[in-house]
């Protein structure tokens, strides 16, 4: 499949599915536009898709290699979190189909990417929630795949922009019990009612402008909350780290200079360097924008090789 085109200010108002979004009346409810990012289909014998929670429509894509692996050989476990500004996309957009795909090929691991509620009909910690619920699955060893080859000794979560949100928030509130191995956040979608410089000067930007930004925290957060709220700001609402606090596993934080969010990313770094994750790796690259591995093969490869020697570092 080719990559997509990245929106230009020219094409923005007809390529870039986040502003054709509609927001409804009631404030509850958006129209999302009719779909033009192509899905693809689970594909066995690599992929397949388990329902997790019938009530609330959520379920997991599992990917494992290509070649079976052996019998006896275990494999790191990653839990994928797409992206998508908490509003849109899902476990078979074809843009995080694929690099949950060749992340279970190259690294080599198994892949569980999860299709989480969406707001605003199931606002914040909806997604939350549902990200320790696949959590939960993944430790429970119910599914073959994961009983066979999952090592959950080697177990990772992974988050793409608003999935590297989700994946901050499950790690605190599963970090600890299941002693998860390591977090990455790419490119991960913190915000705060203070405007970073990099919003500012990229405020007109073709893939997510502050009017995408301040939409998405507007339809995902708590009704009445603002962008200093935990959910979205977790450097402020914490404030100073308490003794007895979650300590993170290893962390890496990723992050491209094109991206309205890469202040905010960075001050997320410098925040998880304090003591709050037990050892931090930064990828910060002068070239690329947001969600750049979309649209640019070399990029999606590049992301693929930082994610294996992390996993395999650890």
Not at 113 to 123: C, G, K, Q, T
Not at 154 to 181: D, P
Not at 245 to 271: N, S, T, Y
């Amino acid at each position: 499949m080719a990559a997509p085109r990245r929106p230009t200010p020219e094409t923005a108002n007809t390529t870039n599915v986040f502003l054709l979004i509609k927001e409804n009346p009631d404030g509850r409810s958006i129209t999302r536009p009719t779909p033009f990012i192509p899905t693809i289909p689970a594909s066995s014998p690599t992929s397949k898709d388990l329902p997790l929670n019938p009530t609330n429509h959520t379920h997991l894509r599992l990917h494992r290699p290509h070649h079976t692996p052996p019998p006896q050989t275990k494999l790191p476990i990653i839990i994928y979190f797409h992206g998508g500004g908490f509003l849109i996309f899902g476990s078979s957009t074809a843009f995080y189909h694929a690099p949950c795909a060749r992340m279970a090929s190259a690294i080599p691991a198994i892949v569980v990417s999860v299709d989480h509620r969406l707001s605003p009909e199931s606002r914040l910690p909806a997604a939350y929630d549902d990200a320790v619920e696949a959590i939960d699955w993944v430790y429970s060893g119910a599914d073959p795949w994961v009983a066979e080859h999952g090592d959950l000794g080697r177990c990772f979560l992974m988050g793409c922009s608003s999935g590297g949100n989700i994946a901050y928030h499950a790690a605190m509130r599963a970090a600890a019990e299941r002693g998860l191995k390591g977090v990455v956040f790419n490119q991960p979608f913190f915000g705060g009612e203070e405007r970073t410089e990099s919003e500012e000067r990229m405020c007109d930007d073709a893939m997510i402008p502050l009017k995408v930004i301040d939409m998405a925290w507007r339809l995902s957060l708590p009704e009445g909350a603002n962008r200093d709220h935990q959910y979205a700001n977790p450097m402020k609402a914490k404030g100073e780290w308490k003794e007895g606090e979650v300590v993170l596993p290893a962390c890496m934080v990723r992050g491209h200079a094109g991206d309205p969010l890469i202040d905010k990313q960075k001050e997320f770094a410098r925040w998880l360097g304090k003591g709050r994750a037990a050892r931090l790796v930064e990828k910060f690259y002068e070239d690329g924008h947001h969600a750049v591995e979309i649209f640019d093969e070399g990029m999606a490869l590049r992301l693929v090789e930082d994610v294996k020697d992390f996993v395999l570092g650890c």
